[in-house]
């Protein structure tokens, strides 16, 4: 059974980058129809969809975040990662990992809580 | 700049069938007809319960159902029972500009 789980720092400084990582458990991560994403909700917020990131490797990210998002996947590890650059305190957030077809995601990771704070 | 608006919040009694509509504004984003809902209740992961505009996922209770017409689509939720009570988004996936998430809808079953 997919299993997503997200992973990394729980405390970033403003400016720097935020690193996460999602393992993926189970045998869909070559299923060349799935992509692999991540969406955030800031605390009391909605959802927000960063990017996501094909098995070939194309990507495809959020243009109002101007380019400040970065995916990209490890096949042999079954990772794929997010990197967020100069971030502020707007992007604290609980930040999801998540999978399915090009235009839902079915499987969710539980979710990560990321703060940015000096 | 492309939007979805969904209200704020409804609520409705067990029993009832209450209809959350999700409306694009400014652009085609509901151009391929991808429209997604999830369910999200508080402090977990949401949940897909629609996509595709009207397709359930496997598991998904028969009670939530899906529709389309012109730039609004709905979620009607029939039969309300107390675990229905969650908040609910609804996505369009709009090609090159990715997923557009609506703000929420709070549903709170009397």
């Known amino acids: 059974q997919l299993q997503l789980q997200e992973s990394g720092p729980g405390l970033v400084k403003p400016s720097e980058t935020l690193s996460l990582t999602c393992t993926v458990s189970?045998?869909?991560?070559?299923?060349?129809?799935?992509?692999w994403g991540w969406v955030r909700q800031p605390p009391g917020k909605g959802l927000e969809w960063l990017g996501s990131?094909?098995?070939?490797?194309?990507?495809y990210d959020n243009p109002s975040l101007k380019s400040r998002v970065t995916i990209f996947l490890d096949r042999s590890k079954k990772e794929f990662f997010l990197k967020l650059s100069s971030v502020t305190v707007a992007d604290t957030a609980v930040y999801y990992c998540?999978?399915?077809?090009?235009?839902?995601?079915?499987?969710w990771g539980q979710g990560t809580m990321v703060t940015v704070s000096s | 700049q492309s939007a979805l608006t969904q209200p704020a919040s409804l609520s409705g009694s067990p029993g009832q069938s209450i209809t959350i509509s999700c409306t694009a504004t400014?652009?085609?984003?509901?151009?391929?007809?991808?429209i997604s809902w999830y369910q999200q209740h508080p402090g977990k992961a949401p949940k897909v319960i629609i996509s595709?505009?009207?397709q359930r996922p496997s598991g998904v209770s028969a009670r939530f159902s899906g529709s389309k017409s012109g730039n609004t689509a709905s979620l009607t939720i029939s039969g309300l029972q107390a675990e229905d009570e969650a908040d609910y988004y609804c996505?369009?996936?709009?090609?090159?500009?990715?997923?557009?998430f609506g703000p929420g809808t709070s549903v709170t079953v009397l």
């Open positions: 996505s369009s996936y709009a090609g090159s500009r990715g997923h557009v």
């Open positions: 595709g505009v009207t």
């Open positions: 400014g652009s085609d984003i509901m151009i391929y007809n991808l």
């Open positions: 990131i094909h098995y070939s490797g194309i990507t």
């Open positions: 998540a999978t399915g077809l090009q235009d839902a995601f079915a499987i």
């Open positions: 189970g045998d869909s991560f070559t299923r060349t129809d799935y992509y």
